[in-house]
């Protein structure tokens, strides 16, 4: 069974432009995380989505969107790129808030670097 | 703010067993321990979870307190590989994860 998979597996941007990761969660989960690691750091809880509904949001300013399609696969957008937004973007899926023991399994993420 | 407390780093020898804490006094009832670990720049792998009973799998032990304030995950057998940094989180089911800033564990040959 294929876990989660993300794309690109790394992506390089101008600042000022606009970048669009991928994910496609494990089949039969709903649910689909984003998180950010930068160079260093900790793993920051990006966004949560769940049959289509965000249903949660992190510390980031707007320019950091996304959107979950009706196959559950996700987008994530960042606009206005800054030199900051620099680091590794993980997915990750679980099988919702409707099933028990839905343990949450991360992709193996995607690098954007931010010129 | 991650609801748990974890020593920076620890060393264990290889082929000794690697024995985790994790404090996490303020735990709900219907809070679970998971431990997930990350290695060099990849993905977050989820390795055990518990409610209140001890668990095993395939890679580790995961033994909870009575009181439910503290857990010790346990790598019966370590390998270089198992060198990583190990996260301890509790989670209400369905809810995403908050990461703190967890042990790296470092395994000596």
């Known amino acids: 069974e294929a876990g989660v998979t993300q794309s690109p597996t790394h992506l390089i941007k101008t600042r000022g432009q606009q970048a669009t990761l991928r994910c496609s969660p494990i089949?039969?989960?709903?649910?689909v995380y984003w998180y950010q690691q930068a160079l260093g750091l900790g793993l920051q809880f990006l966004l949560w989505?769940?049959?289509?509904?965000?249903?949660n949001r992190g510390n980031f300013p707007p320019r950091f969107s996304g959107r979950q399609f009706p196959n559950y696969s996700s987008e994530l957008n960042v606009n206005a790129l800054e030199l900051e937004d620099s680091a590794l973007y993980l997915c990750?899926?679980?099988?919702?808030?409707?099933?028990?023991?839905?343990?949450?399994?991360f992709g193996e993420g995607s690098w954007l670097t931010v010129v | 703010d991650a609801k748990t407390t974890q020593p920076t780093s620890m060393d264990c020898a290889e082929g000794r067993a690697a024995n985790l804490p994790c404090n996490h006094s303020t735990i709900s009832g219907n809070e679970y321990v998971y431990w997930y670990r990350q290695i060099h720049s990849q993905g977050p792998q989820y390795i055990i979870h518990?409610?209140?009973n001890n668990e095993t799998n395939e890679m580790a032990s995961l033994i909870i307190t009575e009181d439910r304030k503290s857990s010790t995950l346990i790598l019966p057998h370590a390998t270089l590989r198992d060198t990583a940094v190990y996260y301890c989180?509790?989670?209400?089911?369905?809810?995403?994860?908050?990461f703190g800033k967890g042990t790296r564990l470092h395994i000596l040959p």
């Open positions: 990750a899926s679980s099988s919702g808030l409707r099933r028990s023991g839905n343990t949450i399994y």
């Open positions: 089949s039969g989960h709903t649910s």
């Open positions: 518990g409610l209140k």
């Open positions: 989180i509790v989670r209400v089911a369905g809810d995403k994860i908050i």
């Open positions: 989505y769940d049959e289509g509904e965000e249903r």
